[in-house]
């Protein structure tokens, strides 16, 4: 890879951006607001006891530096919360998914945004009662592979070692999709292992290390939410093989959950949150760009990336620009590279649930064997509260892909 290395201090120049920021700039930026140890592979811990609900019903928000949690930070950053009547304590930057998840549990906060498999971990293997009160947003992440390997296709990357953010993640689900389509095998191996020409090793590695790391040619390509795949574009020379959105029309990824206990005890409470988020839903699809700014270090500061990476990870998303490889192959689905929507289709958690149980993780999965993907759907979603607040704030009715008709039913569109 040597033709496309670059010093630490020079940034690998990249069409229609200019951010000023250097391979240097972003992991110091990055390490100093989340550490290194984010998204590590540890285990999920949950104290023995859920917590109580609180008296004082204040709005308390856990959430990691990443595109993913645009939503509540913006309802936050625009007053939303506020102008429903709920007080709300400035978000706080947790550093994984493993102390989230702890926070959580422990009650320290009583609503985040998990990547969705993980409240299906926690209800059904651990038995914690979290619930799915709406979707945090749907795409917003990509595959990318280094110039090294000449990928063009998914078959390419037979022989290849790939970076995940962390096994029970919708990036892991929609990969090994791709993967098994086309014939290649998944694989958990130690380094140094050896590998078939049709085995592809799977490895966790914190999305923070990934762009170098495919640089350094440690790694042959990685999958990750936004904004990382646009660094790994301007910091590492690497290409967007395929779009998740555009494998999988409009899927969740990230989700928003509340602690079951706290949903049912304080109803009102409760409806004045959702309605605040649907608010921020609304104003981040038909905003990006400003959103983008607003999230960025440039604005309030939610994310530790300049405003440049944040905006091209929100609004970069041309069929014409990514040609090569063939990145968007359904430009009339009409997706955008990430977009926002509240509705947590039950078909999408229905096909979530079957392919967790084809998808291969380190760990134990026994649970999922029994699992029923339509008693899931139905236990694990609370949508009464978000649909209230769909139908009080309707704008998000006229998106792509949403039938005006029938907008709360749908079915899922897979095109690997």
Not at 62 to 68: E, S
Not at 202 to 218: G, S, T, Y
Request: proline residues 7%; glycine residues 8%.
């Amino acid at each position: 890879m040597s033709d496309h290395r670059h010093d630490d201090d020079q940034l690998h120049t990249c069409e229609s951006c200019d951010t000023g920021l250097s391979r240097r700039d972003f992991m110091r930026d990055i390490i100093a607001a989340t550490g290194a140890g984010m998204f590590a592979a540890g285990s999920l811990g949950l104290p023995g006891q859920a917590f109580a609900a609180p008296d004082d019903e204040v709005l308390r928000i856990g959430y990691l530096p990443i595109v993913d949690a645009a939503v509540l930070l913006v309802a936050h950053a625009k007053g939303f919360f506020e102008e429903e009547g709920v007080k709300a304590e400035k978000p706080t930057l947790i550093r994984g998914w493993s102390p989230l998840v702890e926070g959580f549990a422990s009650g320290k906060f009583n609503m985040v945004h998990f990547l969705k498999p993980i409240p299906i971990w926690m209800r059904y293997s651990s038995h914690f009662p979290v619930k799915i009160m709406s979707w945090a947003h749907v795409n917003g992440s990509a595959i990318v592979v280094g110039r090294h390997t000449g990928a063009q296709e998914f078959a390419d990357l037979g022989g290849s070692q790939i970076a995940v953010p962390y096994w029970y993640s919708m990036h892991n689900v929609v990969l090994q999709m791709g993967l098994r389509q086309a014939g290649l095998t998944p694989v958990i191996k130690g380094q140094g292992e050896p590998l078939g020409e049709k085995e592809v090793n799977l490895q966790i590695m914190p999305p923070p290390d990934m762009p170098p790391a495919l640089a350094a040619r440690k790694i042959d390509a990685f999958i990750v939410a936004e904004p990382f795949n646009a660094a790994g574009e301007m910091l590492a020379g690497g290409k967007v093989l395929r779009f998740t959105g555009d494998m999988w029309k409009n899927h969740p990824c990230c989700v928003v959950c509340m602690n079951e206990n706290q949903v049912n005890a304080n109803p009102v409470w409760t409806q004045k949150v959702m309605n605040a988020l649907v608010r921020a839903q609304n104003y981040a699809q038909a905003n990006k760009k400003e959103v983008a700014h607003l999230l960025s270090r440039d604005g309030k500061g939610y994310l530790p990336m300049k405003a440049g990476v944040v905006e091209r990870a929100m609004t970069f998303y041309s069929d014409q620009d990514y040609a090569s490889p063939d990145a968007i192959r359904h430009p009339q689905w009409g997706n955008g590279r990430v977009d926002f929507q509240a509705w947590p289709y039950p078909s999408a958690t229905h096909f979530i649930v079957e392919q967790m149980k084809q998808t291969l993780v380190s760990g134990d999965t026994a649970f999922l064997a029994d699992l029923d993907p339509a008693f899931v759907a139905k236990d694990l979603v609370d949508d009464r509260f978000i649909r209230k607040s769909l139908e009080v704030f309707p704008a998000w009715k006229k998106d792509a892909g949403v039938d005006p008709d029938a907008p709360y039913v749908r079915k899922e569109v897979i095109s690997v």
